[in-house]
Antibody, heavy 118, light 106 residues
Framework: QLQLQESGSGLVKPSQTLSLTCTVS??????????WSWIRQPPGKGLEWIGYIYHSGSTYYNPSLKSRVTISVDRSKSHFSLNLTSVTAADTAMYYCARDLRGLVNIWGQGTMVTVSS | EIVLTQSPATLSLSPGERATLSCRAS??????LAWYQQKPGQAPRLLIYDASNRAAGIPARFSGSGSGTDFTLTISSLEPEDFAVYYCQQRTNSLTFGGGTKVEIK
């Protein structure tokens, strides 16, 4: 059974870069059918899609975050990563990694909380 | 960006009652509308895709309808485990989520 696990720093200082990794287990990250997404949820608020990547390395980002986001994949390590630059308090959120099929998110990680604070 | 507006924000109902949740898109999303359920402390779970198709393992009491800009999620008879927050999501143009409807116990 495919599982996703987020890891990374839970506390980031303002103006710095948020970095998270999602490790895929129980299945292949190299499927042509699926893309690998990052989605976030500020405390008490709704969901915001950040972007996705295919195993080939092709990416698609939320236009509102595009200037600050980079998603990359390492097939040899079966993981994909998120970098978000120049963070502010507004970037404080639960960050989920997920697998999606043409925009349908059918497998989610448990999420990791990231707080932006000095 | 396609904006999804969900209503009501909160729905207070008793177990056994019928729940009707609405999602309106700022422009047509055809049938590319999905519904997710999220319980406290958990990741969301896909319930309905392409407006009316139940995802694997989703009980038949959950149904979806609509096309274009107006969509509905119906829970025919609420079970205790159905009290949660529900989000709609479109995948026609990028991916966006609605603001959510909380279904709470009356």
């Amino acid at each position: 059974q495919l599982q996703l696990q987020e890891s990374g720093s839970g506390l980031v200082k303002p103006s710095q870069t948020l970095s998270l990794t999602c490790t895929v287990s129980g299945g292949s990250i190299s499927s042509d059918h699926y893309s690998w997404s990052w989605i976030r949820q500020p405390p008490g608020k709704g969901l915001e899609w950040i972007g996705y990547i295919y195993h080939s390395g092709s990416t698609y980002y939320n236009p509102s975050l595009k200037s600050r986001v980079t998603i990359s994949v390492d097939r040899s390590k079966s993981h994909f990563s998120l970098n978000l630059t120049s963070v502010t308090a507004a970037d404080t959120a639960m960050y989920y990694c997920a697998r999606d099929l043409r925009g349908l998110v059918n497998i989610w990680g448990q999420g990791t909380m990231v707080t932006v604070s000095s | 960006e396609i904006v999804l507006t969900q209503s009501p924000a909160t729905l207070s109902l008793s177990p056994g009652e019928r729940a009707t949740l609405s999602c309106r898109a700022s422009q047509s999303v055809s049938s590319f509308l999905a519904w997710y359920q999220q319980k406290p402390g958990q990741a969301p779970r896909l319930l309905i895709y392409d407006a009316s198709n139940r995802a694997a393992g989703i009980p038949a009491r959950f149904s979806g309808s609509g096309s274009g800009t107006d969509f509905t999620l119906t829970i025919s008879s609420l079970e205790p485990e159905d009290f949660a927050v529900y989000y709609c999501q479109q995948r026609t143009n990028s991916l966006t989520f609605g603001g959510g409807t909380k279904v709470e116990i009356k």
